[in-house]
């Protein structure tokens, strides 16, 4: 069974805002949804492949799985990437419609956000996998005996590395999973200790132009904590959980040394947009030309990926931190 996780208070990124995930209390299974088993599962007279039937705790509760899924949905896009990433991708059947990496995953009209119980059954999963418990999904599915695995966004690295654990023991790929996990760690870790010392840079990360940005206590502002970097929402008047509306008079008296933004893909942002902004064309950061365009669907995920994430924030803090902030 796969490490228990003590907390999920984490809230999904989206492309535009975030929609919150609650607390699920760690350990037990919601009376609503009871644990499920694969009881569904056709018949089969072969010898249950090696390390199943497998357990594993999710924030769900524990979830019996007897067999290796050959049958799985996933309705998160994050999980998506994982599961191909870990070597369950031939074992996945559909995927969300929001599900847009690695090209090959076979993406539906299945959606994540308004689930749909009758399309999932008739995909004839043997595993669903979702971030987000949204109209009692897990619950109806469970009713039907369909195993879920409810693996909520993460709070920090270390749940992101767990749930990739977790998926991989629950399809038979733990091996490749832990070695996943440990490419990150190693990967993040070198950019870590590669970023410059005591640059003393404050940034702004813009998840939507309303705007709303994101705290040091989310998961990506810990991202960015791995280079030092002082962020101006911590200072915000209403955190809102970690992802307050900021006002652009705020932004504009903090005067960040860079502006990050997850809103380019969606919403057409950067560096002349911000500009057009009242109060904001003389921005330190628009100046000095240090607006990053993110990938919208890499700072909203976190799974493998968030390694490409930081390397674009530790180039970007490389190349300010040489040039010398104003």
């Not at 504009?252 to 933004?261: K, R, V």
């Amino acid at each position: 069974m796969r490490p228990v996780r003590t907390a999920f208070a984490g809230a999904l990124l989206g492309t535009l805002v975030l929609a919150g995930c609650g607390q699920t209390g760690g350990t037990t299974a919601s009376p609503s949804a009871p644990p499920a088993t694969s009881a569904n599962a056709a018949p089969s007279s072969a010898a249950p492949a090696a390390g199943f039937p497998v357990t594993v705790e999710a924030a769900n509760g524990k979830v019996t799985i007897a067999e290796k899924p050959k049958r799985i949905v996933s309705l998160s896009a994050t999980h998506t990437e994982t599961l191909f990433a870990i070597g369950a991708g031939p074992q996945v059947v559909a995927v969300d419609d929001r599900s847009n990496y690695p090209p090959e995953a076979p993406k539906t009209a299945l959606s994540g956000f308004k689930p749909n119980v009758e399309a999932i059954v008739a995909q004839k999963p043997d595993l669903v996998v979702v971030s987000d418990d949204l109209d009692k999904v897990v619950a109806e599915l469970g009713k039907l005996n369909v195993p879920v695995l409810h693996e909520p966004a993460a709070t920090n690295l270390d749940e992101a590395y767990e749930e990739i654990t977790e998926l991989g023991a629950a399809t038979g790929n733990e091996a490749k999973a832990g070695e996943v996990v440990s490419s990150m760690k190693t990967a993040l870790g070198k950019l870590a200790a590669e970023a410059p010392k005591d640059s003393k840079l404050t940034y702004y990360h813009e998840l939507d132009q309303t705007p709303y940005a994101v705290t040091s206590k989310t998961f990506i502002g810990q991202v960015y904590a791995m280079f030092g970097l002082t962020n101006i929402a911590d200072e915000a008047p209403d955190a809102a959980g970690g992802y307050p509306k900021l006002s652009a008079e705020f932004v504009a008296q903090a005067d960040p040394d860079l502006i990050f933004l997850a809103d380019v893909k969606c919403c057409q942002q950067s560096k002349e947009t911000l500009a057009a902004r009242p109060g904001w064309k003389n921005l330190s950061a628009i100046k000095n030309d240090r607006v990053v365009q993110l990938d919208d669907d890499l700072a909203s995920r976190w799974g493998p990926r968030v390694v490409e994430l930081a390397e674009s924030i530790g180039a970007s803090v490389t190349a300010a931190a040489k040039a010398g902030a104003n």
